[in-house]
C-alpha cells in the first residue's frame, strides 16, 4: 500500500501547456471562497487528497511537493519533473481545507468530468500561489525515463462512448485502482499513467506516454503487486505489471530518453496558519 492510501479523487493530469510562466495559466480560474491550511499534526489521521463532495478540497498529511505534482499535471510517483524548491517541500505536511462558493460548486458539478478536473486543479493552483507565494517555470529537459509504446498489434482497450451501461449499473467515469487492480471507463492516458506512476512496482521512474492515443478507454488491469498475493477474477495468478500492459492492455513499456517538460519552483513561503 502506498503511503497516499486514501485518495478521493485521482485528479487527471492536462499538462503543463507551453513554455513560460506558470502563474500565469490559473488567472482565469474560480478561486475558493474559504480555504484553512495548518501544519499537519499527529491527529491529522491518515494521508488524504482531494475532493470529497461538492467541488469541497481537502489534504490530510499531505507535502507540497505531492499536491504540486497533482495539480500541475506532473508524474506522481517521481521527483524528475519537479525542480527547485526548498527542503520543507518535500518534508513538511499540510492539512488543507478549501471550499468554494455555492454557485462556483454547482456549476462545476455540471461540467463534464475532464473539464471538472481540469477546473478544479485550477483553483488549487491558484490556492497555491495566493497563500504559499507560489512562483514557477516551465521548461524542457532531457531525461531518462519509461517510454510507453503501442505494443505489437496494437492497444487491447476499449474505445469509451459515452451513454449509460445498457445493463442499468452505474454509469461512473474515470479509474478505480486498488493494489494489484485497475478498472477504467472513459480514461485517457494522462489518467491511466499518471495512476500507474504512483504503484511500487513503478519504483519513482518517470513514465511518458508516446503511444500517440488521444481517446478514452474502457479497460480492465489486474497484476502481481510487488507484496505478492495477487490473482485474476478468474483464479490464475497474474503476472506483474509491466507485463500484465502488455498482455491486457497492449502498452509496452521500455527505457529511453526523452524531452520532458519540467516545472522548476522560482520561490515559495511557508504560509499564514488560519
Known amino acids: 500500500m502506498t503511503r497516499l492510501a486514501k485518495l478521493v479523487l485521482c485528479l487527471l493530469p492536462v499538462g503543463l501547456g507551453a513554455p513560460g510562466v506558470v502563474n500565469a495559466q490559473t488567472t482565469a480560474a474560480p478561486v475558493f471562497e474559504v480555504a484553512t491550511i495548518r501544519p499537519s499534526g499527529p491527529n491529522s489521521g491518515n494521508p488524504t487528497f482531494g475532493f470529497p463532495s461538492n467541488q469541497h478540497f481537502v489534504t490530510k498529511s499531505t507535502t507540497l511537493a505531492h499536491i504540486i505534482k497533482h495539480v500541475y499535471g506532473l508524474n506522481k510517483g517521481s521527483d524528475q519533473q519537479l525542480a527547485g524548491g526548498p527542503v520543507w517541500m518535500q518534508r513538511a505536511e499540510w492539512d488543507i481545507d478549501a471550499k468554494p462558493d455555492e454557485a462556483t460548486a454547482a456549476q462545476m458539478q455540471k461540467l463534464p468530468m475532464l473539464e471538472r478536473i481540469a477546473l478544479a486543479q485550477g483553483m488549487v493552483q491558484r490556492l497555491l500561489e495566493e497563500r504559499f507565494h507560489l512562483k514557477a517555470h516551465k521548461e524542457m529537459r532531457e531525461l531518462r525515463v519509461d517510454g510507453v509504446r503501442l505494443a505489437n498489434g496494437g492497444a487491447k482497450m476499449e474505445s469509451f462512448v459515452d451513454e449509460p451501461p445498457k445493463d442499468g449499473s452505474d454509469h461512473w467515469q474515470g479509474l478505480r485502482s486498488g493494489r494489484g487492480s485497475m478498472q477504467a471507463r472513459g480514461a485517457t492516458m494522462a489518467l491511466l499513467l499518471g495512476t500507474l506512476s504512483s504503484q511500487p512496482e513503478v519504483g519513482g521512474r518517470l513514465l511518458v506516454d508516446q503511444t500517440g492515443l488521444t481517446a478514452r478507454y474502457n479497460f480492465k488491469l489486474e497484476w502481481t503487486p510487488v507484496e505478492g498475493g495477487g490473482a485474476r477474477t ?38 499564514t496558519e488560519n
Open 234 to 271: 478468474d483464479g490464475v495468478d497474474a503476472p506483474t505489471l509491466f507485463t500484465a500492459m502488455e498482455e491486457q492492455l497492449g502498452l509496452k513499456v521500455s527505457s529511453t530518453k526523452a524531452k520532458v517538460e519540467v516545472l522548476v519552483i522560482d520561490s515559495l513561503d511557508r504560509p
